[in-house]
């Protein structure tokens, strides 16, 4: 079963289906929903990749995103496989963009087809979000997303605040917030002021808030009417 990365060919696909709606739970990769959508494009595009592409060995789902529905694969020969690959696959990638349409009711963009071989970045066919970083294993050429200090992932989905995963992150009264690069801190809080910072050595109160509102809105009404007069 392992073979050596350094032999086999892996072509990046990714495709965009325009005929179905994205659902959160397609984040989600031990969802029903991702599982039987995983099963339906294996089904469909697995036959047709063995039967026009020789050496094909396996075709992978990485994940879907939003945008109607974006399918990102990952395709592995056994083989080394003549150069040009790409453009091959590209090609029957648009013969089954038409089958598709025709036997499945599948809408799929043809501009949106993006075939690149492993000189790819691996990371584009990622597509983390803002909370992470892609970081790709240098032994298996395998990209992952990797959240940021004080975000985690739960079953694939996109990385999120563990103050929103975990509202009682903070015990007695204290406010969650992320300190980027650091991770997760508690403040104090009361009922119009709070503590912020790396070291909750800020104090904030709300009159001071509405405060600094007001001179700041004092600010541009002066700067406002001095260019006016001007
Ligand atoms: C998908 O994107 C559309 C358009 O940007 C947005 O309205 C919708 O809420 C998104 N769906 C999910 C589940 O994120
Ligand atoms: C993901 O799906 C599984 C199976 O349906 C479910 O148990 C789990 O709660 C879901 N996770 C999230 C974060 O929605
Ligand atoms: C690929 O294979 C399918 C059958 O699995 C066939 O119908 C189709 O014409 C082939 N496409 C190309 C470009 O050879």
Known sequence: MPINPRRALIVFFSLRVTNMVFSEDLFNKSSPEYKALEQRFLELLVPYLQSNLSHFENLEILNFRNGSIVVNSR???????????????????????????????????????????????????????????????????????????????????????????????????????IIPGQGAICCRVGENWWYRGEHCEEYVSEPLVVGIAIASVAGFLFVASGVLFF
């Open 75 to 177: 395709m592995k020969f056994g083989k080394p496989v003549a150069r040009g690959v790409t453009t091959t696959v590209y090609l029957i990638l648009e013969d089954f963009c038409n089958t598709a349409y025709q036997t499945m009711n599948l809408a799929i963009d043809k501009y949106s087809l993006d075939v690149e071989s492993d000189q790819a970045d691996p990371c584009k066919f990622q597509a983390c979000n803002e909370y992470a970083e892609c970081k790709v294993n240098k032994w298996s050429g395998e990209a992952e997303c990797v959240c940021n200090a004080g975000y985690f992932s739960v079953d694939g989905l996109p990385c999120q605040s563990i103050c929103e995963l975990q509202t009682d992150f903070c015990l007695n009264d204290g406010k969650c917030d």
